[in-house]
């Protein structure tokens, strides 16, 4: 039973471009939301996609934006890269009919590097 | 502003001893908190949670108490092995908020031989 998978694992951008990471949720998942980790910090809530909608969304700018697709599968897109946007992106799955415990299963992350 | 706060960024312990990591939150309408375990080039892994009308919560090696009047919640590791080595994240979520947590800077714990 694979895990939540993620890829691109490491990518180097420059300011000003363009990147698309891409998040495959656990098996039997439906919802997926998207963290951002930067060096020496805890994971920050950017947004939450389920019925290929944006249901809820952190304090991010408009620069950040996804989607997921019927597979439930998700991307999180950033435009005109910061050099403050280097950091690690993790995406995480759940079950959104559930006893909810607010367990959450995350991937291994995006590093990514702005220069 | 800071709503889940842990203030030790770092914590050293000997092998078979207690560990005990600290976590304090500003917001009374959470109404879950959780740990979270991280190693180097690994996604947080669940570890355990407790929910806000209980107090304490078991499992194993692992128990979280919580404090609701102090706005505190503390992890305890007894005993603690070498394996135990990692970041903990402390992180908690509000009533219909599922999947938005709130998490901490996390503390380092060593777990020494």
């Known amino acids: 039973d694979a895990g939540v998978t993620q890829s691109p694992t490491h990518l180097i951008k420059t300011r000003g471009q363009q990147v698309t990471l891409r998040c495959s949720p656990k098996s039997g998942h439906d919802t997926v939301s998207w963290y951002q980790q930067a060096l020496g910090q805890g994971p920050q809530f950017i947004f939450q996609y389920y019925e290929e909608e944006e249901r809820q969304r952190g304090n991010f700018p408009d620069r950040f934006s996804g989607h997921q697709f019927p597979n439930y599968s998700s991307e999180l897109n950033v435009n005109a890269l910061l050099l403050g946007d280097s950091a690690l992106y993790l995406c995480?799955?759940?079950?959104?009919?559930?006893?909810?415990?607010?367990?959450?299963?995350f991937g291994e992350g995006s590093r990514l590097t702005v220069l | 502003d800071q709503q889940v706060k842990q203030n030790s960024p770092s914590l050293s312990v000997q092998e078979g001893r207690i560990s005990i990591l600290n976590c304090d939150y500003t917001?009374?309408?959470?109404?879950?908190f959780l740990w979270y375990k991280k190693y180097p080039a690994e996604g947080p892994t669940f570890l355990i949670s407790i929910s806000s009308i209980k107090d304490k919560n078991e499992d194993g090696r692992f128990t979280v108490f919580l404090n609701k009047s102090a706005k505190h919640l503390s992890l305890h590791i007894v005993p603690s092995q070498p394996g135990d080595s990692a970041v903990y994240f402390c992180a908690a979520s509000g009533q219909g908020s599922q999947g938005n947590l709130i998490f901490g800077k996390g503390t380092k714990l060593s777990v020494k031989p």
């Open positions: 995480a799955s759940t079950p959104r009919v559930s006893s909810y415990t607010g367990e959450l299963f």
């Open positions: 917001n009374s309408m959470f109404d879950y």
